[in-house]
């Protein structure tokens, strides 16, 4: 490590100025840029221009680089003949509902941890977090059984969107960041609160959720992508035809579809995630790395 002007760095300075050490590093730097972006647009790019081929041209060994003669009506043909209108409502349909139980619930559950100190808080966090270290699949059985039949209430929640939302509620995850965030804010600010005789639903209301709308967002894209992306769980839970979402519809059809046109509608379905992302990742980041309140 090399020290300069009270900054620690890979590289000193004075290595970067020296013709030799510039050259290596932006040839290092070049390297590892173009590498990693290989690897994450790599798929994209195969992916959409694998939608543009024949079912000859995407079958054939090694694969084309790009279409030689592109077909754009295998997205009307994957809009169309996979009913994707009605798969992508499903879908948003319950990434909505997930992302409204989890803003709802988990932010209640940071804030008494956060805030309001209960007791057994920490053992009650520690037990919460412990639960990140099971598998998720040790978990499907569990949640399937309580899913068929649900305790007390003796329900069978199959092809109904509680069977979704239910297990995403309580998600230790989302909790501890918003907890983290929480713990950020001065409690200079909830003494304030409390002077000025504001009950600790109004505090939450009025001081803390308008000062944590980076730490939202960044949930709520975390529960949007997780109902999007899934399978396996609403393979299970959703069995019927009408209910399906958008991943569980596209593998239902693939079996009879050409695969240029499953990839299409793959491309479809991964449309939303992608500008969702694009649109907020300046939010992603600013609510991940934010530490504290300043002032």
């Known amino acids: 490590m090399a020290q300069d002007s009270g900054t620690r760095t890979l590289i000193s300075p004075t290595q970067l100025r020296r013709g030799r050490g510039r050259i290596i590093y932006w040839t290092l730097l070049a390297v590892v840029v173009l590498v990693f972006t290989l690897v994450f647009l790599g798929p994209l790019y195969w992916m959409v221009t694998g939608a543009l081929k024949s079912g000859q041209e995407i079958a054939q060994t090694p694969p084309s680089l790009y279409p030689r003669d592109p077909q754009p009506r295998n997205y009307a043909d994957a809009w169309t003949n996979l009913d994707l209108a009605k798969l992508l ?87 501890f960041l918003l907890k983290r965030f929480f713990d950020s804010i001065p409690e200079e600010l909830m003494s304030a609160a409390v002077m000025d005789g504001a009950t600790p639903l109004r505090t939450l209301w009025s001081i803390i959720l308008p000062m944590s709308r980076p730490i939202l967002g960044v949930v709520s894209i975390f529960a949007v992508t997780a109902v999007w992306k899934d399978f396996l769980w609403p393979k299970l839970v959703m069995p019927s035809p009408e209910t399906r979402t958008v991943s569980v519809g596209i593998y239902a059809f ?42």
């Open 89 to 175: 409502f499903n879908t948003f349909y319950y990434a909505t509902g997930a992302l409204l139980f989890q803003l709802v619930l988990d932010t209640a559950a940071a804030y008494a941890l956060s805030k309001l100190r209960p007791v057994l808080g920490k053992v009650i966090l520690g037990m919460m977090l412990a639960t990140l270290m099971i598998p998720a699949m040790v978990l499907i059985v569990p949640q399937y059984v309580t899913v068929i039949d649900l305790p007390i209430l003796h329900l069978n929640l199959l092809d109904s969107p509680f069977a979704i939302w239910l297990p995403l509620v309580a998600n230790a995850f989302n909790i």
């Open 254 to 295: 693939s079996g009879g579809t050409p695969m240029n046109v499953v990839i299409a509608a793959s491309v479809i379905a991964a449309i939303p995630t992608v500008v969702i992302f694009l649109i907020f990742q300046r939010n992603i980041m600013s609510g991940l790395t934010t530490g504290g309140l300043k002032g």
